[in-house]
């Protein structure tokens, strides 16, 4: 059973063309959210089940990681059936439940196509790679050897070593930026693309409102098959893969990042249309995300939204680094839309990453919801789940087993969540062993225990959600420059007549500003919104914002 009772979000989640526009989405990893039926796995009725707990949070969506059939080398990223769901999460007539119960409780429903591979096991692989004259010979990349036998060109595998595996049966190489066992498709290719469109309208015609694009910038590769020239050392960074991986070693112009991308999501984007569906697409670039971002988003006839990995860097960003974001925003994505957040299914959970004490975790949670672009959550942050400490004989992840114990792998962000104190696995599921363990520090923050406690993280997401929705000019309109007084970040949102003053102190010592000219009400109180003063004078304790409406 549900632990609080069904609430819907807001309602033009339900009624407006543009509801993705400031939406806010919730993300749900199903391995990790709902078991069902006791196998330790969680699966699409757990979420059905669960799906009023994240209306209540007042979301407008939900983006729902792999669930389709594979052999789960990479736990769904690596897709063996595009269109029938694994037997480990369920049916379709499962999914079509969950389509059903998340619409009648007014939530929109993405989920995650993984377009730029297929699993090995995929039967358009399996045909492929049978010799280099059948009906799918072209549908992946391959390309000879050198003369020495080595691989076509420079180009690294994210996961490591060579990009590149050698195939026996043709006698040439197949490119695979993750995993070999991810061999990635050919979108020079005209039936290629039009066999991913299909599924596109499969699903669409299913009932989803959209796609979360995995890795929308590596559909494509350089024809010609060109070297990545060398990145400078200076200019290396982790967001991408961890400065361990020889990865951050290339600039990676060739093997992704292609030109002939943008006429194809105008094709995916002409799909969706009569459905009103909207996609929101990961950016995977260390060098120019916010670039790509742009380009892909901008005007009417390409992605709704994109994001890159600014906000999912490992440093905590100060007042500086944010504004600093959003000045490259403005000089390279001014008429793009972007999509932001903390913490995802590849990343340390931010309370872990940035080191945040609870009031600094209420203070980016009110932050993030009064940015200019739409906000992802992930399971748990609501909860102010820690990351966990996984031990080396649980770890999971392909990545965190190449790179042990350097980079110890994804799974430590990815653990089941915690709905009660006292029930088996935290009521994540009933098995005696989960695919990953439930971690004891985590049972303090049970969804049933924050339920119960006014002061819980929970509530104030809860708030800051309903505070976004309640302002249009928050969730939908302009934004100013930003920037950064000290330790404080300030800027504006404006819709129409209405201007919304937004402070933030992001730092554990009191700060001080003074509001712009003009009448201004304190509003978001509710948030620990600060009161201006006479003269618009503001003290703002640690991590306290100050929100204000122009009243004249």
């Known amino acids: 059973m549900s632990i609080v009772p069904a609430m819907s979000p807001h309602p033009r989640a339900r009624t407006d063309p543009e509801w993705w526009r400031g939406a806010v989405i919730y993300q749900i990893y199903p391995r990790s959210f709902q078991d069902s039926n006791g196998d330790g796995v969680g699966d699409l009725l ?51 439940a969950l389509i059903e119960t998340a619409h009648a409780l007014g939530l929109k429903v993405l989920i995650d196509l993984v377009l730029s591979h297929t699993s090995d096991q995929h039967p358009w692989f399996r045909e492929s790679r049978q010799d280099r004259e059948n009906a799918k010979a072209r549908w992946y990349v391959w390309a000879d050897a050198k003369p020495d036998g080595t691989p076509p060109n420079n180009w690294l595998s994210i996961f490591g070593g060579s990009a590149w595996h050698w195939d026996p049966r043709r006698c040439q190489y197949y490119l695979h930026n993750f995993l070999a066992s991810q061999p990635d498709l050919n979108f020079h290719e005209p ?66 990042n292609q030109p002939e991308n943008i006429e194809f999501l105008r094709r995916l984007r002409a799909v969706m249309a009569p459905y009103n569906a909207a996609a929101v697409g990961e950016v995977g670039d260390a060098q120019r995300g916010l670039q790509i971002l742009g380009e892909y988003t901008r005007g009417d006839d390409l992605m709704q939204m994109c994001y ?13 680094a944010i504004a600093g974001i959003f000045a490259r925003v403005d000089r390279l994505a001014a008429d793009g839309w972007a999509c932001w957040a903390y913490s995802n299914h590849d990343v340390v959970r931010h309370v872990t990453r940035w080191q945040l004490s609870p009031p600094a975790e209420r203070a980016f949670a009110t932050l993030l919801m009064c940015l200019r672009g739409s906000a992802c959550i992930y399971q748990g942050e609501e909860l102010g789940l820690p990351e966990a400490d996984i031990a080396r004989d649980d770890i999971q992840d392909p990545y965190g087993r190449e790179f042990w114990p350097e980079f110890k792998g994804r799974d430590g962000c990815r653990t089941p969540m915690v709905w009660t ?129 122009k009243t004249g």
């Open 421 to 549: 104190r006292s029930n088996a696995n935290a009521g994540f599921s009933t098995a005696g062993r989960t695919w990953l363990p439930v971690p004891s520090e985590h049972l303090r923050h049970a969804v049933a225990a924050s339920e119960a406690d006014p002061g819980a993280l929970l509530h104030h997401y809860r708030r800051a959600i309903s505070f976004r929705h309640a302002h249009a000019a928050l969730a939908r309109g302009a934004q100013s420059p930003m920037t950064a007084e000290g330790d404080v970040l300030r800027f504006t949102r404006s819709l129409g007549p209405r201007t919304i003053f937004c402070a933030f102190n992001l730092s554990d010592e009191p700060a001080h500003l003074r509001l712009p000219p003009g009448r201004w009400v304190a509003i978001g109180q509710e948030l620990n919104s600060a009161h201006p003063g006479a003269g618009g004078r503001v003290n703002l304790g640690p991590w306290q914002p100050c929100l204000a409406l």
């Open 46 to 96: 757990g979420i059905v089940q669960r799906l009023p707990y994240v209306a209540s949070l007042g979301v407008d969506a939900v983006w729902i990681s792999p669930f389709f059939t594979s052999p789960m080398k990479d736990f769904g990223y690596d897709v063996a059936d595009y269109r029938d769901v694994d037997p480990m999460f369920g049916t379709l007539a499962d999914f079509d």
């Open 308 to 320: 890159a990995f600014e906000l999912l860097s490992g440093k905590r960003p100060d007042a500086a």
């Open 191 to 256: 039936e290629v693309q039009e066999a991913l469109l299909e599924v596109a309208r499969f699903w669409l015609d299913r009932g989803v409102n959209g796609f979360r694009l995995d890795t929308i910038n590596f559909y494509f590769a350089d024809k010609a098959l060109r070297d990545n020239p060398p990145l400078p050392p200076d200019q290396r960074n982790a967001s991408i893969a961890p400065l361990v991986n020889p990865y951050n070693y290339q600039d990676h112009i060739y093997s992704k």
